[in-house]
């Protein structure tokens, strides 16, 4: 920095003694101009004088010739003249009062001419005259004094505007040396800056054996926050809990946000694995306390992944996304918690991304199909519609379960896709029912809110509906509850868009979620769908057999068909008779068949009994 500023002062030195040495050559090129002029004009004055002269001169009038001089007062230049007679004799003279003009109290140098006077071609005299150069000089000196000034004006001006121009593109520097390693928002260190203190502290393990451990922390629930909230509280709490990071932990440790609501951090040298869960298990309650923002108490929850160095990796790449995994097998484990990475986690890990490689061939190569579990009206045990549901057959795993792939499918944005393929194959499979003349059942079409979860997929889905002429009588969709009545998640409006268009919705699993009795009673044309553990719980207790007779009630007032799930013994088949149950699905009714059985099977209704 002192050599940058010694170096600029010296290249502001060097401009200004440039740009002072022209100025000097130019005062001199300018004395001697206005010098030449000065010449000029003393001898076109003695000329004039002269001229006036004449007369006075031929014919010896001295007192003329005096009068005549005396108008050389009006040039203060002029400080003596004389007229001369032929003979030599001086006739008249004038000398200034003022005496010799003084520079700075110094005498100045003077000019002379001496020009004969002519009468009729006949010399009648001569007249001699000298003038100071004292206005050239002073004109001289003002010109070098406003050179001068101007050029300090201009070294100041430089010097002050380069050191502001300096201090700028300084701060600018520093703004982008601060954003390329700082969280503009939480202002904690960013992944840039992490990545840094992470290598440093693998060259540490490496050259000392210095352990350290990864905290990987992602907060459960945040986007709730924003959806709810807005994006100004989400971000006041983003800001809250970086703080509260930034506390709890020792000055040598180190914390980081590295995106969204996803924090890292860094415990250096801790005295144990037990110390490090102890640390783990304190993050995860210090970030699930309440934040206050404005007149509202927000609160989310935490889940910690954690990786030891050297034990879980001894490269920054490896302990990172080790301690990522482990932060996500804490999510699935029900969230709000800590894990610590270990070799069962790297094999989830390893088989899920083989899962999501094998999705993606799968959705290429169209190796998804469609079966069909009827839904029996159970008064009239005739089919009322069916649940279209999605298949995969891999070429070497063999039948993979729905339950297994749909969350990886949801996880890595391919839920969009298949949701269109599936919509596709059920227009194809309604296309072909129609042909054949069959009476044909709404088919049902399970929706996965993550289809929607960007604009594009929303509009990608109506779109695709409008073109295959999927209308209402045709197909209805299921919803889980936990969106189908979460106004946070936008599910409220899902719903809203789909039941303008005329479309039932069947509210899925229900029981298993916390629903808005009001939210439920606010859907136009729904349809519940009891879970399998309630029907199960039937035949373990009075106490799940209530749960379903007072959800049946509560339809029954509500006016909403009820579709009891999963049923697959006599027992529970037995008990839904009783308690009125309307619609009834399960192995024991009808395993998910082929459209080619489900075409028997409407055919074989069709023909009377």
Known sequence: MRGGKRRRIREIVISTGVTLCLVGVLAVIQHFIWQAAAERGLLSLARVVGSNSTAALAFGNAADAAEILAACESAPAVTRARLVLPGGRVIAQYSAAHGEPLLLGLPMPAIAVDEAIQLQGRAVGRIEMSASLEPVFRQTLYFLGSGL???????????????????????????????ALYDTLTGLPNRNSFRDALDAAVARLRRDGREFAVLFVDFDG??????????????????????????????????????????????DQPDSAEAVGRIAAKLVELMGQPIRVGERSITVGASVGVALAPADGVTANELLQRADAAMYHAKQRGKNGYQFFSSVIEQQTRQRLELEQALREACAREQFRLVYQPIYDLRSGRVASAEALLRWNHPQRGPVSPAEFIPVAEDCGLIPEIGLAVLRR??????????????????????SFRQFARNEGEALFFRELDRLGLAPDRIEFE??????????QGGRALVER?????YRLAVDDFGTGYSSLGALCG???????????????????????????????????????VVAEGIETEAELSTLYALDCDYGQGFLLAKPISVDELTVLLAAEAIPA
């Open 498 to 502: 789909l039941e303008a268009r005329g």
């Open 479 to 488: 919803l889980t509850e936990s969106v189908s009545l979460n106004e946070a």
């Open 426 to 447: 059920v227009a194809a499979d309604l296309v072909g029912l129609a042909a054949k003349g069959i009476a044909i059942p709404p088919l049902a079409v399970n929706l």
């Open 523 to 561: 859907m136009k044309n729904a349809k519940l769908k009891i879970d399998r553990s309630l029907i199960r719980a039937m035949g373990e207790g009075s106490q799940g057999l209530a749960i379903v007779d007072a959800v049946l009630r509560m339809a029954r007032a509500l006016s909403i068909p």
């Open 149 to 179: 000034a101007v050029v300090c004006i201009g070294a100041i001006l430089a010097a002050f505007f380069s050191a502001r121009l300096r201090q700028s593109v300084v701060f600018a520097e520093e703004r982008m040396a601060y954003l």
């Open 222 to 267: 945040f986007k709730q926050v924003n959806d709810t909230h807005g994006h100004a509280a989400g971000d006041q709490v983003l800001i809250d809990l970086g703080k509260r990071l930034e506390r709890s932990l020792r000055a040598n440790d180190f914390v980081a946000r590295i995106s969204g609501d996803e924090f890292v951090v860094l415990l």
